[in-house]
């Protein structure tokens, strides 16, 4: 079982920038898939970011703004999020995908507003 705490989420200008982070409470990286989704009121959640071995991956509407990466380390996984318009504005949460059992861990999620 895995359990993840994010943290960095927040109030912010149009324009401005947040850093996500997700602290696993063990080793992830080898075992399981990490991303980041979102929803907003009224939406469903969608896929935001994920680490990948081809390469990490990013829906549209954030490519060039967003980067998702990992510290081994620290077993944390980031999110880091600029230019950020009041369209971002979500409930952003952490996910571990087991990539054998294919079980998925989500953290508690995190309050991103992006307001003037």
């Known amino acids: 079982q895995v359990q993840l705490v994010e943290s960095g989420g927040g109030l912010v200008q149009p324009g401005g920038s947040l850093r996500l982070s997700c602290a696993a409470s063990g080793s992830i990286f080898r075992t399981y898939v990490m991303g980041w989704y979102r929803q907003a009121p009224g939406k469903q959640r969608e896929l935001v970011a994920r680490?990948?071995?081809?390469?990490?991956t990013y829906t549209d509407s954030v490519k060039g703004r967003f980067t998702i990466s990992g510290d081994s380390a620290k077993n944390t996984v980031y999110l880091q999020m600029n230019n950020l318009k009041p369209e971002d504005t979500a409930v952003y949460y952490c996910?571990?995908?087991?990539?054998?059992?294919?079980?998925?861990?989500w953290g508690q999620g995190t309050q991103v507003t992006v307001s003037s």
């Open positions: 680490i990948t071995s081809g390469g990490n």
């Open positions: 996910n571990a995908a087991n990539m054998f059992s294919r079980t998925n861990y």
